[in-house]
């Protein structure tokens, strides 16, 4: 896929992650079709989009943005990318469906935040065409897009993706394949590290979030950005990212395992590390 031949995008599953990526193609003028198995979910994607979009752009967003819960209708995508939640199974088996219904020329891609796109890479017919797309939360305002290379991903499909990018005026940084690429090995060791300095007593999670955003220039601090992300997404990483690499920094504390098991998940849920409304 030469990197001016992307006109279509298919996004698959409609959560924050879905639907914050599809709102930023169509802000850009991309036509998007958004699939999710959940009809419910796509009309709830539509709600949170224009919530999040400028009055006088909805026009131009509504328009650009079909929901479909037919995955066979991104078939004339020029570029597909996954957003399903973060299992490596459920991932590969949206992978080898999608590998059956693009055209050959078609990008396949994922936004998973810490899975090997050399593992996942494994259930794409033409591997060269695969490439991890990880989008930061909210698409339409974070200015990055790490772009992860498998061994198999072609330079073609590296160039076409970082051209995509520019184009959306996002920065496209390009990293080699490893678990949890570069942000989440920095991100989720600063978390898991943050909640030992809680559970051992040294300071209130306030003033750790303090420490970091005034002395550090953090937006967030780090218990505030785990709840904005959602505690049951941060334990999924950073257990993945335990098993994977073995390095006790990952280990997730009995802390958060605690507030998943009690559905306290952060944000979303009005309550995780803080309570919210």
């Not at 300095?197 to 218990?223: C, N, R, W």
Request: aromatic share 8%; hydrophobic share 40%.
């Amino acid at each position: 896929m030469a990197q001016n031949e992307i006109k279509k995008v298919g996004v698959v599953g409609a959560g924050t992650m879905g639907s914050g990526i599809a709102q930023l193609f169509a802000l850009y003028d991309y036509a998007v079709v958004l699939v999710d198995t959940d009809d419910s979910a796509l009309g709830q994607a539509l709600v949170n989009i224009r919530a999040h979009t400028d009055p006088h752009l909805w026009e131009q967003v509504e328009g650009r943005i079909r929901t479909s819960t037919a995955l066979e209708d991104v078939r004339e995508a020029d570029l597909v990318i996954e957003t399903v939640f973060e299992d490596p199974e459920v991932k590969k088996e949206i992978l080898r469906k999608l590998s059956r219904i693009c055209s050959r020329s078609a990008i396949i891609a994922t936004n998973t935040s810490s899975i090997s796109i050399n593992e996942l890479s494994q259930a794409v017919f033409g591997p060269s065409r695969f490439i991890g797309m990880h989008f930061m939360n909210p698409p339409k305002v974070i200015k990055l897009i790490e772009i992860v290379k498998g061994k198999k991903t072609s330079e073609e499909t590296v160039s076409a993706v970082g051209w995509l990018a520019r184009e959306m005026e996002k920065e496209p940084i390009v990293i080699n394949d490893t678990p949890g690429f570069v942000s989440n090995r920095l991100l989720f060791a600063l978390i898991g590290e943050a909640i030992r300095l809680l559970d051992s007593g040294v300071a209130t999670k306030e003033d750790i979030d303090a420490v970091m955003k005034y002395g550090v220039q953090h937006p967030m601090g780090p218990f505030e950005l785990a709840d904005f992300i959602g505690l049951d997404i941060a334990l999924s990483v950073m257990k993945y990212l335990y098993g994977e690499l073995k390095d006790e920094k990952y280990k997730p504390s009995p802390t958060i395992e605690k507030l998943v098991k009690e559905g306290k998940l952060g944000r979303k849920t009005r309550e995780g590390f803080f309570k919210y409304g």
